[in-house]
Every structure is written in structure tokens, then in C-alpha cells.
């Protein structure tokens, strides 16, 4: 199974005027991790899907909910 939110620790310069921050994260979209799209794939109902932005339910990614400061859920 894929992890969409990544986690990184940006670099820090020794002369960096800012704080560092600890974390820092991204999303992957789905798409990456699926290779070849396999034939009769399971399909959302019409409606469902163009509500969903994807006929497909492989495909779907709703948008993340906020990771709070520090990169802790």
C-alpha cells in the first residue's frame, strides 16, 4: 500500500536567520503508484464520479486534512 503524505526534515544553515522548522510534508498523487491501469478497473456510479473528480475509485485523493505545526497527527 502506498503512503500519500510524505515527510521531510529541510535543511538548516548554520547561518539561517529563521528558526528551523522540524518537518515539513507533500502528497503523492495515486496515480504514481498505480503502473498500468488493469482493464475493468470497479467504476463510481456517474453521478459519484463527477462529484469525485474520477470514474475511477483507484484514482480518487480527497484533499488532506491540515497536519498541525510539527508534523504530528
Known sequence: ?????????P????????PPRPYASY?????LYVGFQQ??????PLEKALYKGTLWP??????????PEGGKR
Open 11 to 18: 535543511y538548516h544553515g548554520p547561518f539561517d536567520p529563521c
Open 27 to 31: 502528497q503523492t498523487p495515486p496515480n
Open 58 to 67: 483507484c484514482f480518487y485523493d480527497p484533499y488532506p486534512t491540515p497536519i
Open 39 to 44: 482493464p475493468n478497473l470497479p467504476q463510481f
Open 1 to 9: 500500500m502506498f503512503t500519500p503524505i510524505k515527510f521531510y526534515q
